[in-house]
């Protein structure tokens, strides 16, 4: 069906044309058939003060940011001290970030039986803050650090900890923070900034995270398949799909004749694989749509 807009103005109204409703029952239908798995990104993220890469048209990336690559990590020290100079004040912003009326409508479809999963490539947390269970975080998360060389992982804040320590005297003024945690700082400060290795057997320490140019484990991949073979639709919140990490789950999905149904502002790679999609705000939308369903048990 094509693009449907909730609102002119771009905001949940409660009160549509006819076709849009039309399409909204559509997609409370389907939800209320169970057996769902949402596929969510950054979109879903945005109303929590964290920005996507992309922003509401899909097609551009942060003015000025080129996201980590895994290469360009483990290729050059001086690459992982400008990481984790940038990192260590973005994500302090990225930890105090809330869960949105969305992740708590996620929570809510959950709660009420209708889930068969929740597959996000977000990286913040959020999903798990707001109450949602068994997430697959196919990115990973940035709460968590990775040693390359012993495989222990370890909490963020413990790494924090640790990075203070090291740079008692280190401030820094930030430009801007970035959908990953990366904060933008001068040259001069990341300069100065004193990395920490392994505690346990000094090797190189990367967040648990997937860069660019970075496989996601395999096991991680069949299990997000897993779930897609056997829904009743995929729901997908707030993604652009321009990545295949993601967007292969859809194209499953139409492979099998699963509805897909895509909420997101803007365009995205999936639209012609999809039943519905709605260009519309995440949070106002899922709220609506858990109105319609049944009160929670």
Not at 128 to 146: F, K, N, P, T, Y
Not at 207 to 230: K, M, S
Request: net charge neutral.
């Amino acid at each position: 069906m094509s693009r449907t807009l909730l609102g002119s103005s771009g905001t949940w109204s409660g009160e549509t044309d006819a076709v849009t409703d039309t399409h909204f029952r559509l997609l409370a239908d389907l939800v209320a058939d169970g057996d769902v798995v949402v596929l969510s990104g950054a979109g879903l993220s945005t109303e929590s003060g964290i920005p996507d890469y992309r922003g509401e048209s899909g097609r551009t990336r942060r003015a000025g940011h080129d996201p980590m690559t895994y290469q360009t990590f483990i290729g050059s020290a001086a690459a992982r001290r400008r990481y984790w100079a940038r990192s260590h004040l973005g994500w302090r912003h990225i930890a105090r970030a809330a869960p949105n009326a969305g992740h708590r409508a996620v929570t809510g479809l959950q709660r009420r039986g209708l889930l068969a999963g929740v597959i996000t490539q977000n990286v913040d947390g959020l999903h798990q803050s707001a109450g949602a269970r068994d997430v697959i975080e196919l990115h990973g998360s940035l709460d968590r650090v990775r040693c390359l060389g012993c495989g222990t992982r370890t909490p963020r804040q413990a790494l924090d900890d640790r990075l203070r320590a090291a740079n008692p005297d280190w401030h820094a003024e930030v430009g801007a923070i970035n959908p990953d945690g990366d904060a933008v700082l001068a040259d001069d400060r990341v300069d100065a900034f004193q990395v920490v290795d392994c505690h346990g057997c000094g090797g190189v320490l990367k967040p648990d995270v997937i860069f660019f140019g970075e496989n996601v484990p395999r096991t991680r991949v069949d299990d997000c398949y897993q779930l897609v073979e056997h829904a009743g639709m995929v729901l997908v919140l707030g993604s652009s799909l321009t990545v295949m990490s993601g967007y292969r789950f859809v194209r499953h999905a139409a492979g099998r004749d699963i509805p897909i149904v895509i909420i997101n502002r803007g365009p995205t790679r999936g639209d012609t694989d999809a039943l519905l999609t709605f260009d519309a705000p995440l949070g106002a939308t899922l709220t609506a749509l858990l109105s319609r369903l049944a009160p929670e048990p």
